[in-house]
């Protein structure tokens, strides 16, 4: 079964602060995706990334950045946190080949910008 | 407008009751991926379909791409069974992205 880490589990920042949320897949997957979750919505595409080096823009990318520096981490950066960044953050991967859309998720990280 | 429309927003049930979720697709998608989001906060995968149905336990999902819809039944349903479920979809242009509905908050009582 697919193992997708996230560091930190969770994080408190202020107004203009500069985080780094990491996630780590050891599936050798090739994508691997960055959302965020808020209450009565569902998992929003911030960024995503089909390989090292790779990044594609999902549907909400304004104020993030990302960078998946091996085949299994994956980055998403805030350089100047705003409080409607608070959210839950969840990384995952998927094979992306073979035809399987199966995502696996990481366990999540809680953000809180004071 | 929304590519999954995901139904109940919210559901309550007695335990020992059943019922069932639904998500409807405005396009043709290629898979359909069931969640359950536990009191920890985490994602917990359900099912994965392509086509057809699947059974484990006291769920049961059916995901029929031509008719654009999926559905979750829960049945004898227990007190655990309760959290904010998701349906999630890939679309057929290739993309490898889900497309997520936006959730039914099950609460389960005795």
């Known amino acids: 079964e697919a193992a997708v880490t996230q560091s930190p589990r969770n994080k408190v920042t202020v107004t203009g602060g500069n985080v780094t949320l990491s996630c780590r897949q050891t599936n050798s997957h090739n994508y691997m995706y960055w959302y965020r979750q808020d209450t009565g919505h569902g998992l929003r595409l911030i960024h995503y990334s089909y390989g090292a080096g790779n990044l594609q823009i999902g549907d909400v990318p304004d104020g993030y950045k990302a960078t998946r520096t091996t085949q299994e981490d994956f980055f998403l950066l805030l350089e100047l946190a705003s409080p409607s960044q608070t959210s839950l953050y969840f990384c995952a991967s998927s094979e992306g080949t073979g035809g399987s859309y199966e995502q696996y998720f990481g366990p999540g990280t809680r953000l809180t910008v004071l | 407008g929304d590519q999954v429309e995901q139904s109940p927003s919210a559901l309550s049930l007695h335990e020992g009751t059943g019922s069932a979720l639904r998500c409807n697709f405005t396009t043709t998608m290629r898979a359909v991926q069931w969640f359950r989001k536990n009191s920890r906060g985490s994602l917990i995968n359900l099912f994965y379909l392509a086509s057809g149905t699947k059974e484990n336990g006291r769920l049961k999902s059916a995901f029929d791409s031509k008719e654009r819809y999926s559905t979750l039944h829960i049945r004898d349903a227990q007190l655990e069974d309760s959290g904010t479920y998701f349906c999630?979809?890939?679309?057929?242009?290739?993309?490898?992205?889900?497309?997520f509905g936006s959730g039914t908050q099950l609460t389960v009582m005795p």
């Open positions: 999630a979809a890939g679309a057929s242009s290739g993309s490898w992205q889900l497309i």
